[in-house]
Structure formats: C-alpha cells, structure tokens
C-alpha cells in the first residue's frame, strides 16, 4: 500500500479485517506516519484472521501481488478531479519507477485522483502490460447509483444492476438503458412496485452521485471509507480468481470507438488483472457521452510530459 492518507489506511483497515490476504506492507513519504498506522492496525489482529502488517520502504513492494497506490495530493472543497492531475503526476513520476525497480510481476492498483489519469500515467511510467494496471475507476460511482436506486426502490442494492462509465468524475456516464433490477429494465419495474416512471427523478439520482464527492469533501474534508471498501472488493476479485464484473478503469481498446485512453467499463477482474472488458449495448445518446468523456481525458493527457 504506497500512501497510507485517509484513502490509503481505509483501505488497508478493510482489507485486514475482511482477512483476504496474508500480508499488508505500508508505504508513505511521511514514515511514521506508515508506522503509526501499522501498529494501530496491528494491535487489532487479535479480533481478526492471521495476518503480517509492517511499515516499510519501496523493498517491502519486491514479493506483492498487488500493489495499491493511493499517493499524491488530496482534493480540496470547491476543486475537481482534474484540477489535481499535473501535481499527482509529478508524484507518480517518483512512486511508479520505484515500485517497478523492486517488482515489475504485480498488479498495478491506482486510487489517486484523477484516478483515470493517474492509470494511464502508471500504465506508461510502468511499462506494464495493460491488464495488470488497474484504476479503481466508477466501481464508487457505481456503488452509489445502485445505493440510491436500491432507497428509491425500497430494495436491497445489491440486487441493483446499473453502471456508471467512463471518467470517474464529471463527465461520467449513467448507463440508464442497460440498468435493471432481478432482470428487469428499470423503467419496466417501476410498474412492477407501484411507481410511475419517472426520468427526472432518475436524472437527479444521477446529479447526486456525480455530486457525492464534492458534498462529502465539504462536509467533512474527504471521502475514503467507501472507496477503501470498493478497493478492497477488487482485491478480493484478483486475490479470489474470481472474474468478478467490476466497473474499473484500464486502457481501452475500440470501446464504442474509443482506444488509447484508461476509462471504466464493466471488466472481468481475476488474477491477471483485466481479462476482458464487457462491451455494452448502449445507446446513441450513451456512446456520444462516452466519446466526450473519453475526449476530456486524451486532452488532459496530451497536456502531460509522459
């Protein structure tokens, strides 16, 4: 774990306590800092299953099977995603090659925002091959939509299937033609529970999950518990071989005419990282909201001496 802020020690707290793997190393500018969060975490090994914790340097990344990268600058109240991207990609520059140098057989997991920038930095810095860098992407974006959708429903959300793609950020994509629920379209189990369709309350479900972030980092300066759990849902997908599909970011290949750029689409997520990426049948109005987020992401990278 290479940067263990709000992010980097929720996740590793969610990891340690759901007992997928056998060792978690803790990386940080700030070493004590890495210290201090191994030795909290430590101590609670006691109330959960066996498992190594330890702070360390770059060496500590040389046997990992993963490696989840969560450094750089946070964002502030009032900034987007975007406006992060030169200043934590001055810092993958540093953090990238070092992992590399001790292990260049793991799997690259990026967290830092913008995260699908961040990937496609990893990805080039690294040298990698594409399916083994990995961003965690709309896997929180997603989480929401099926959240809010599963309250308006009065439903479990975990029988929610709806996806948010491309940019985790504000080009986002809600997938509205291809959500369901028990296999279901969405707008033909409205009926189904006593509900009349209604498309402006869907769009202002979807307004509140491109918002979270934002209204989370006012009210209480950062995100981290969510995503820490939806990284280590991916963990456990790699970990588990279990072709899980996962809303992550990686490098897309003629993706509804979109290539050379990282952003989520439904993948399969299993011990090689990406397997395959899951074409949707999505609709005209979908593909042009893809494409534009997809010609954001390609400006911003031009805009990088990478």
């Excluded at 934002?214 to 995100?223: F, S």
Aim: with cysteine; hydrophobic share 40%; net charge neutral.
């Amino acid at each position: 774990m290479v940067g263990v802020g709000s992010v980097g020690a929720s996740f590793a707290y969610s990891l340690m306590i759901h007992g997928l793997v056998s060792e978690i190393s803790l990386i940080d500018a700030n070493a004590k800092k890495a210290k201090g969060e191994a030795m909290d975490l430590e101590h609670g090994l006691p109330f959960v299953q066996p498992a190594r914790i330890n702070a360390g340097d770059y060496g500590e990344c040389a046997d990992a099977d993963i490696v989840v990268v969560a450094a750089g600058a946070a964002q502030k109240p009032g900034e987007s995603r975007l406006n992060l991207v030169e200043r934590n990609a001055t810092i993958f520059k540093q953090v990238i090659p070092k992992v590399k140098e001790h292990n260049d057989r793991c799997i690259l997991l990026i967290a830092t925002n913008p995260v699908d920038i961040m990937t496609y930095v990893s990805l080039k810095l690294s040298g990698f091959p594409p399916n083994r860098v990995i961003g965690s992407g709309t896997i929180l974006d997603t989480s929401r939509l099926r959240s809010l959708l599963g309250e308006h429903f009065h439903i479990d959300s975990r029988n929610v299937h709806a996806y948010i793609i491309g940019e985790h950020g504000d080009s986002e994509v809600p997938v509205w033609s291809a959500a369901s629920i028990a296999g279901v379209n969405l707008k033909e189990y409205y009926p189904i529970c006593g509900m009349q369709y209604d498309k402006q309350y869907l769009n202002g479900i979807f307004k509140q999950v491109k918002n979270a972030a934002y209204k989370i980092i006012n009210l209480k300066g950062a995100t981290y518990y969510a995503i820490g759990l939806g990284l280590t849902r991916i963990v456990e997908s790699i970990i588990r071989d279990e072709n899980a599909i996962l809303t992550v970011s990686s490098l897309l290949q003629d993706y509804h005419g979109v290539s050379g750029v990282c952003l989520s689409v439904p993948s399969i997520v299993n011990k090689e990282g990406v397997e395959q990426t899951i074409k949707l049948p999505l609709e005209d109005g979908e593909i042009k909201m893809f494409q534009k987020s997809a010609t954001i992401m390609k400006k911003l990278i031009q805009s990088l001496d990478i």
